[in-house]
T-cell receptor
Framework: QKEVEQDPGPLSVPEGAIVSLNCTYSNSAFQYFMWYRQYSRKGPELLMYTYSSGNKEDGRFTAQVDKSSKYISLFIRDSQPSDSATYLC????????????FGTGTRLKVLA | GAGVSQSPSNKVTEKGKDVELRCDPI?????LYWYRQSLGQGLEFLIY????????KSGLPSDRFSAERTGGSVSTLTIQRTQQEDSAVYLCASQFRGGTYNEQFFGPGTRLTVL
């Protein structure tokens, strides 16, 4: 079993839909949870990070962490065609830990 | 300012040849990472450099892989005697380490195809 599991998709939604992307993990030591967006033929770029449990909101994006269930989510409201990309979750045990464990990524397509 | 740059963007080589991939990190970033991204796989950690410390090479998949970082800046990942299973996108990231959370900034990657 992988430390971090992520549904690879692809996930196709109509423009304006609310998108939910998820990862599950097995290592209870993880404290930092990141979401990266990767456009085709580009490197990943950090969207959001969250420390420990709870929610964090940034514009149309909300990151949610449920440590009791070892489950994290990224919600995208009012999705746009420009949101079409691969979304990767990543986790680490502490800020001093340099090794991130990445999910495989979920490919999202928002249809105009 | 300039982000992380990698060269070449694409590399096609024949099985058995050696290849060198280059990474130019963001100026002032002390940490540098190499990752491999294969189809359907997450980012696989390869190697980590931090300042003048000995690199963490624990992710290198075989002794055909090596990396160096000269002068604490530019890094080169070398793959000797390439195999078809080495075909992947090789990503470099740099990071300024200090403070509570330190973002890794990724380059665009080098897409390696071994025929």
């Amino acid at each position: 079993q992988k430390e971090v599991e992520q549904d690879p998709g692809p996930l196709s939604v109509p423009e304006g839909a609310i998108v939910s992307l998820n990862c599950t993990y097995s290592n209870s030591a993880f404290q930092y949870f990141m979401w990266y967006r990767q456009y085709s033929r580009k490197g990943p770029e950090l969207l959001m990070y969250t420390y420990s449990s709870g929610n964090k909101e940034d514009g149309r994006f909300t990151a949610q962490v449920d440590k009791s269930s070892k489950y994290i989510s990224l919600f995208i409201r009012d999705s746009q065609p420009s949101d079409s990309a691969t979304y990767l979750c990543a986790m680490s045990a502490t800020s001093g830990t340099y090794k991130y464990i990445f999910g495989t990524g979920t490919r999202l397509k928002v249809l105009a | 300012g300039a982000g992380v740059s990698q060269s070449p963007s694409n590399k096609v080589t024949e099985k058995g040849k050696d290849v060198e991939l280059r990474c130019d990190p963001i100026s002032g970033h002390t940490a540098l990472y190499w990752y491999r991204q294969s189809l359907g796989q997450g980012l696989e950690f390869l190697i980590y450099f931090q300042g003048n410390s000995a690199p963490d090479k624990s992710g290198l998949p075989s002794d055909r892989f090596s990396a160096e970082r000269t002068g604490g800046s530019v890094s080169t990942l070398t793959i000797q005697r390439t195999q078809q299973e080495d075909s992947a996108v090789y990503l470099c990231a740099s990071q300024f380490r200090g403070g509570t959370y330190n973002e890794q900034f990724f380059g665009p990657g080098t897409r390696l195809t071994v025929l």
